[in-house]
């Protein structure tokens, strides 16, 4: 027979096993910064206006889709920020590295200087875990009273575990800038510019 000292002892472990839950993961869309390439600096700042976000992936928990209607809410698998402000930084360092500038949301006016703002509305932020990152984004540009609207579907494969799924979101923010700094290039100064594709 057991020793109620035993049996005690036991019971407090089982007791703490069972009220353990598992560590919280935060993450971040903002890839590490590494030394940008040389690049023609444009000729006017930026403005990165807060990000809209579908209310449905609106959460600090990241949300992963199954299936072809399921989805499944990640307890344990957080963002940094909340999502607006993860994509809005994201996309805010991949521009001013890209474009050699400097975003000024928020700061006071910049003299003369010309300032590109910058609207994205997210339509769909889908990921796969294994599979594959979707987004589609509306998004525009304006300058001095004219006003571009653009849209951007993008995918990128990834392969299994979660660290792979973030990375092939940052890949995908990504290639979104890339696309909205081609097209500020041209259509900042030159009304004929169009969307990149």
Same mark, same amino acid.
């Given at each position: 027979?057991?020793?109620?000292?035993?049996?005690?002892? +036991?019971?407090?472990?089982?007791? +703490?096993?069972?009220?353990?839950?598992?560590?919280?993961?935060?993450?971040? *869309?903002?890839?590490?910064?590494?030394? /940008?390439?040389?690049?023609?600096?444009? /000729?006017? *700042?930026?403005?990165? +206006?807060?990000?809209?976000?579908?209310? $449905?992936? #609106? &959460?600090?928990?990241?949300?992963?889709?199954?299936?072809?209607?399921?989805? *499944?809410?990640? %307890? !344990? %698998?957080?963002?940094?920020? /909340?999502?607006? #402000?993860?994509?809005?930084?994201?996309?805010?360092? %991949?521009?001013?590295?890209?474009?050699?500038?400097?975003?000024?949301?928020? &700061?006071?006016?910049?003299? =003369?200087?010309?300032?590109?703002?910058?609207?994205? =509305?997210?339509?769909?932020?889908?990921?796969?875990?294994?599979?594959?990152? %979707?987004?589609?984004?509306?998004?525009?540009? !304006?300058? $001095?009273?004219?006003?571009?609207?653009?849209?951007?579907? &993008?995918?990128?494969?990834?392969?299994?575990?979660?660290?792979?799924?973030? &990375?092939?979101?940052?890949?995908?923010?990504? !290639? +979104?800038?890339?696309?909205?700094?081609?097209?500020?290039?041209?259509?900042?100064?030159?009304?004929?510019?169009?969307?990149?594709?």
């Amino acid at each position: 027979m057991m020793s109620p000292s035993r049996l005690c002892f +036991l019971m407090l472990m089982v007791s +703490l096993t069972a009220c353990s839950s598992p560590s919280v993961h935060y993450h971040t *869309l903002v890839a590490p910064a590494a030394d /940008p390439p040389p690049v023609q600096p444009a /000729p006017f *700042l930026i403005a990165v +206006l807060p990000v809209g976000i579908p209310p $449905q992936i #609106d &959460l600090s928990q990241l949300v992963v889709r199954q299936g072809q209607s399921g989805a *499944l809410v990640l %307890e !344990n %698998e957080r963002w940094l920020s /909340p999502l607006g #402000d993860e994509i809005r930084t994201a996309l805010s360092a %991949e521009l001013a590295q890209r474009l050699g500038t400097q975003d000024v949301a928020g &700061l006071a006016k910049a003299g =003369e200087s010309t300032t590109v703002r910058i609207q994205l =509305e997210i339509r769909r932020f889908d990921a796969w875990p294994g599979r594959a990152v %979707e987004l589609d984004a509306g998004w525009s540009l !304006n300058v $001095q009273g004219r006003r571009l609207v653009c849209r951007s579907r &993008l995918t990128q494969a990834v392969q299994p575990g979660y660290t792979a799924m973030l &990375l092939g979101q940052q890949q995908v923010i990504g !290639n +979104l800038a890339g696309r909205i700094a081609a097209t500020a290039r041209h259509w900042a100064m030159d009304d004929r510019g169009r969307c990149a594709p």
